[in-house]
């Protein structure tokens, strides 16, 4: 039996450090409602001429594929998860793909928002149990900060949101005692609209550029806050025991959980709902704020560099966000 394992992992945070106080400076915000809200302290922003999504994905996969022994020849796909493209098309994979000298490999774009590296690395999982493909380069990169309104009246978007990248190599392995355990994947569509961004969306009456023109408000992230953090807190516990109860566990097998990085206080309420210890959830929300598909990778990459992960640990990946999508993911390091 073919299983899949990450054999190398890497993530990149641009040098920008963007504090509240900064936040503070140019719209009607403070340190102390983001920090109880939402526990983030800082984020990164990318610099221009520096930093692009691929650019930053490309700093993460180099460190991923040295880690894993690899070449970039050696790579036989790229899964990328991303809501902030550098092009609206094609992807920022097929950027990625060129510049590392890895062309004639297939490349797929995934679109799941805050659990778009669930669903990254759950396709990948399957591409490699089947077959397929023996290493899979699985990204999420997020270049966020060109989509925030930074005046007063985008605060209660623009305060959360931040630039980073992640990125895993995926390999083939036959060990049974160390391996992605299993992956689950939701989505209702009913609430589409309570996290989202129009532009550059077709669904206008005119041509897109003329529209954005008349209605700048439409390249805004329109967030339904209060009913998402409702959903979320009720939707992570139920995918976090779903991905337990298929592999026959209890939460306290756990030895660590790293959830997306959305709002502490829901990280907070989902560890209080599952019963575990402080030391067994790890958050990095407070330096790099909510970095949609790259804050599993950069938390995971985080937690392992600072060996908070070991061999033979159970690591449980969880998240929720726009879609509404949610998934997780069990992993036997
Ligand atoms: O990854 C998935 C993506 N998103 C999420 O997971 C978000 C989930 N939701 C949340 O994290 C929270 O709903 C927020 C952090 C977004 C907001 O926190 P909240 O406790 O739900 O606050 P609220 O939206 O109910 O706003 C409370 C007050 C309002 O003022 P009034 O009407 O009570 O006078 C807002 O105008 O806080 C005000 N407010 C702010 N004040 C200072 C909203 N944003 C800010 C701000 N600074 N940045």
Not at 113 to 138: E, H, P, R, W
Request: with cysteine; hydrophobic share 40%; aromatic share 10%.
């Amino acid at each position: 039996m073919t299983y899949s394992k990450i054999v190398g992992i890497g993530h990149y945070v641009p040098e920008n450090i963007i504090t509240n106080a900064y936040l503070e400076s140019i719209m009607d915000t403070n340190d102390a409602w983001i920090t109880e809200r939402t526990g983030i302290k800082e984020r990164r922003y990318f610099t221009y001429g520096k930093d692009t999504n691929a650019s930053m994905a490309m700093e993460a996969s180099k460190i991923a594929i040295e880690r894993a022994g690899l070449t970039p020849k050696d790579i036989d796909f790229i899964v990328y998860a991303t809501i902030t493209p550098d092009y609206y098309f094609p992807g920022p994979g097929f950027i990625l793909q060129r510049e590392m000298g890895m062309e004639g490999i297939g490349v797929l774009d995934i679109r799941d928002q805050c659990s778009g590296f669930i669903y990254a690395l759950s396709t990948a999982d399957q591409f490699i149990k089947s077959g397929m493909y023996k290493n899979i380069l699985v990204i999420g990169s997020e270049l966020q900060s060109t989509f925030l309104n930074h005046s007063s009246e985008g605060r209660g978007v623009a305060v959360i949101f931040g630039d980073g990248a992640g990125a895993v190599v995926l390999q083939a392995t036959n060990n049974e005692s160390s391996r992605v355990l299993s992956t689950h994947l939701h989505a209702d569509g009913n609430f589409a609209e309570d996290l989202y961004v129009k532009s550059p969306g077709s669904s206008r009456a005119k041509r897109f550029y003329d529209d954005l023109l008349e209605n700048p408000s439409t390249g805004d992230v329109i967030m339904n806050g209060n009913l998402v953090f409702k959903h979320a807190v009720v939707r992570f516990p139920e995918v976090i025991r779903e991905a337990l109860n298929t592999n026959g566990l209890a939460p306290e097998d756990i030895d660590l959980l790293v959830p997306h990085q959305a709002n502490l206080r829901i990280s907070e309420y989902v560890r209080q709902q599952m019963g575990m210890s402080e030391d067994k959830v790890f958050n990095n929300i407070q330096k790099y704020g909510n970095t949609t598909a790259a804050s599993i990778p950069i938390a995971l990459c985080e937690a392992w560099e600072s060996g908070r992960i070991k061999t033979g640990d159970l690591v449980c990946l969880a998240a929720f966000g726009s879609g509404f999508t949610w998934g997780s993911a069990l992993i036997r390091w």
